[in-house]
Every structure is written in C-alpha cells, then in structure tokens.
C-alpha cells in the first residue's frame, strides 16, 4: 500500500528549497554564488530550516524499506544506478557550471565567455571554493549522498527485512527519541565541506527502522502535537543560542541540539501521517517532477537571482521574483524533458 504522506513530505521538503535557497542570497550567514546585503528575515528563515535536509533522508530511508519489498536487491541496485547516478553525472557535467559561471561574474567581475569558464571550470582543479565559482557538485551532493548511503547500507536492511525485523522500542512515545544520542554520536564523525555523510546515513537508518511497522507512525502520529509542541520551543532555544553565544560545539549542545532536530522530524512525520494521507491533483503532478525541479532549481535560482539583485533595489520582492521565477522555470523544464523520451532518464525519470 502506497503511503501517500511520504510523498506528500517529500514534495514539501523539495518545494521548500526554493524560498530556503532563495534566502541564502539574502541571509548573514555563510557565502553563496551570489549575495546581498543580509536580510533579517531571511536570516531567520535560514536558521530555522535544520529539519527539511534530514527529512529528505528520512523518507529516502522509509521509501527504501517499501521498494526493498517489491523488489531484489539487485533490482534495486539497478534502480538507485539509473534514477541516481546518471542524473548526478549529467548535473554536474551540464546543470552545474552555470552557478559557477555566474558566481565569478559576480564575485570577481569575470567577463569571459561560457565556453571559456568551461575549459578552465573543468581543467583547473586547484580552486574548490564552490561559491567563488570553483569545480563543485553544488547542490547535487543530496544525490550523490543518497546514492552512496543507499548502496551502503543495502546488506543491513535485506538482512533486517528477511528477518522481518522491527525495533519493539520506537513503538513507545518516548522511546522513539532515543536515535537522539546515536545522531548527536554521528555528528562527531568527519564531514565534507560541513556535510556530514554518516549523520545523513543515521536519518536515512532511521526512515528505514520506522517505516518497518504501520504501528510506529500511528504512534507518532497519536503524540504529534507534544512532539510539535517540544519542537517549536527547542526551536526557540535554538535561535536564541544563534543570536547569543553563537552555535555551540560541545557535546552536550550537540545532544540538544539533536534532540531537537529529531523531535521536528517526529512532529512533521506525526503530522503528515494524520492529514496528509490522501491523493490530491497537486501530489499527483509533482511527485514525479520533486527530483527534476531539485536538479535544476539551484542554476536556474543563481542565475535569475543574478539579474534580479541588479535591477530591482526592494529586498522583498526582489526575493519572491527570485522564489517564484527560478520555480517557473524549473516547472517548465521539467513540462519539456517529461516529454523528451530520449532525456527523460537523465533526471531520474522512467524511460
């Protein structure tokens, strides 16, 4: 039986992409191919978005133990190779460069022509500052990560499903919090450019554990609202911590802080599974286009951001163009290669 809230979070945590990436144009944090003077609000946003990257690796992980079911585990290889692998590759060889493109224009006044930036984008390997216009997966790592952590953990779960395994102790309101102290363990662990590829595989794990009984999302879905409730305060504790002292590395915040991440993703998936198991016309359409709109919208996002940032000096609705443009056309590219059969799996989709 399909669970139509996983596709439902699934698509919300994808088009929540665009109002979060179109904030890293205006935030105060970190860099990004292209800025602007720091936006509050968009600050806030930034900061308050830890949930939307797990939670993508916590349906992938749930979405595993459904298509393990109905499927080999060579079939399934297969599969991860094809709607994974392949699209990555092209993304980087081809959706990719652009961002870096634009960066150099706009970070180091660069002229030169796209075909010239593309000799040196791929020649040139010294300089892996990715928001300065250097060689990148950019937002492709989500795939490539995703590919890894599925192939990786593949033995365990066959090993768990033949044993028709399910963890008794995530039946129990607070002993599905317990994963808390395992991801605070995890995100000790060595990452990459500050992604973090055994944390994600933690998430991914515990998708897998939770989707192993209808009884445990029931469960979750039956305490939602405390789990809601424990997610907005550890929030505001989280933002007040930020605009303080500043994000904390000790163990100890670091066990706060993933309680606080894991009891979000608690809240949503309770949530999802209480009002949003149900077809609608909306889920419908865009389940299929989620991965191709996330190949493409960061490109189209930089470079519409681009242009935007130059010709309209209003903060705000300089953001909604950006936002509501960059997912125009992102919609509209995905409206083309669906009926392009030839490229059709180039971005993931069935040929």
């Given at each position: 039986?399909?669970?139509?809230?996983?596709?439902?979070?699934?698509?919300?945590?994808?088009?929540?992409?665009?109002?979060?990436?179109?904030?890293?144009?205006?935030?105060?944090?970190?860099?990004?191919?292209?800025?602007?003077?720091?936006?509050?609000?968009?600050?806030?946003?930034?900061?308050?978005?830890?949930?939307?990257?797990?939670?993508?690796?916590?349906?992938?992980?749930?979405?595993?133990?459904?298509?393990?079911?109905?499927?080999?585990?060579?079939?399934?290889?297969?599969?991860?190779?094809?709607?994974?692998?392949?699209?990555?590759?092209?993304?980087?060889?081809?959706?990719?460069?652009?961002?870096?493109?634009?960066?150099?224009?706009?970070?180091?006044?660069?002229?030169?022509?796209?075909?010239?930036?593309?000799?040196?984008?791929?020649?040139?390997?010294?300089?892996?500052?990715?928001?300065?216009?250097?060689?990148?997966?950019?937002?492709?790592?989500?795939?490539?990560?995703?590919?890894?952590?599925?192939?990786?953990?593949?033995?365990?779960?066959?090993?768990?499903?033949?044993k028709e395994y399910s963890p008794k102790w995530?039946?129990?309101?607070?002993?599905?919090?317990?994963?808390?102290?395992?991801?605070?363990?995890?995100?000790?662990?060595?990452?990459?450019?500050?992604?973090?590829?055994?944390?994600?595989?933690?998430?991914?794990?515990?998708?897998?554990?939770?989707?192993?009984?209808?009884?445990?999302?029931?469960?979750?879905?039956?305490?939602?609202?405390?789990?809601?409730?424990?997610?907005?305060?550890?929030?505001?504790?989280?933002?007040?911590?930020i605009y303080t002292v500043g994000m904390q590395?000790?163990?100890?915040?670091?066990?706060?802080?993933?309680?606080?991440?894991?009891?979000?993703?608690?809240?949503?998936?309770?949530?999802?599974?209480?009002?949003?198991?149900?077809?609608?016309?909306?889920?419908?359409?865009?389940?299929?286009?989620?991965?191709?709109?996330?190949?493409?919208?960061?490109?189209?996002?930089?470079?519409?951001?681009?242009?935007?940032?130059?010709?309209?000096?209003?903060?705000?609705?300089?953001?909604?163009?950006?936002?509501?443009?960059?997912?125009?056309?992102?919609?509209?590219?995905?409206e083309l290669v669906r009926r392009v059969k030839?490229?059709?799996?180039?971005?993931?989709?069935?040929?």
């Amino acid at each position: 039986m399909r669970k139509d809230y996983i596709d439902w979070l699934r698509n919300i945590g994808i088009l929540y992409l665009f109002p979060y990436h179109t904030a890293r144009i205006f935030d105060d944090i970190n860099p990004f191919y292209i800025k602007h003077e720091p936006y509050i609000m968009a600050s806030l946003l930034v900061h308050s978005s830890f949930w939307f990257m797990p939670l993508l690796f916590l349906l992938a992980g749930m979405s595993s133990l459904y298509a393990l079911r109905r499927r080999t585990a060579s079939v399934f290889v297969k599969e991860r190779f094809l709607r994974l692998l392949v699209p990555f590759i092209i993304g980087v060889l081809v959706i990719v460069p652009p961002q870096g493109y634009y960066a150099r224009r706009f970070h180091l006044n660069e002229q030169e022509g796209y075909g010239t930036f593309l000799i040196h984008y791929f020649t040139d390997l010294s300089d892996w500052s990715e928001y300065a216009g250097g060689i990148s997966p950019a937002h492709l790592w989500f795939i490539l990560f995703l590919f890894l952590i599925s192939l990786g953990l593949l033995p365990l779960m066959r090993l768990l499903l033949n044993k028709e395994y399910s963890p008794k102790w995530m039946n129990h309101p607070i002993g599905v919090l317990w994963p808390f102290i395992g991801l605070a363990l995890l995100s000790s662990l060595p990452d990459i450019s500050g992604k973090n590829i055994f944390l994600y595989a933690g998430y991914f794990f515990l998708g897998f554990l939770l989707a192993t009984r209808d009884a445990i999302i029931d469960t979750i879905s039956h305490y939602r609202k405390y789990y809601l409730a424990a997610a907005f305060c550890g929030a505001f504790v989280l933002l007040v911590e930020i605009y303080t002292v500043g994000m904390q590395t000790s163990f100890i915040c670091t066990l706060l802080h993933s309680l606080i991440y894991w009891v979000a993703l608690l809240a949503i998936l309770g949530f999802g599974r209480k009002h949003l198991n149900k077809k609608s016309k909306m889920m419908v359409y865009f389940t299929p286009a989620g991965f191709p709109v996330y190949i493409l919208h960061q490109t189209y996002l930089v470079m519409i951001g681009y242009y935007i940032l130059k010709g309209v000096p209003n903060d705000f609705i300089a953001y909604l163009l950006i936002l509501f443009l960059s997912l125009a056309a992102s919609v509209a590219t995905y409206e083309l290669v669906r009926r392009v059969k030839p490229i059709r799996f180039l971005f993931g989709l069935k040929a």
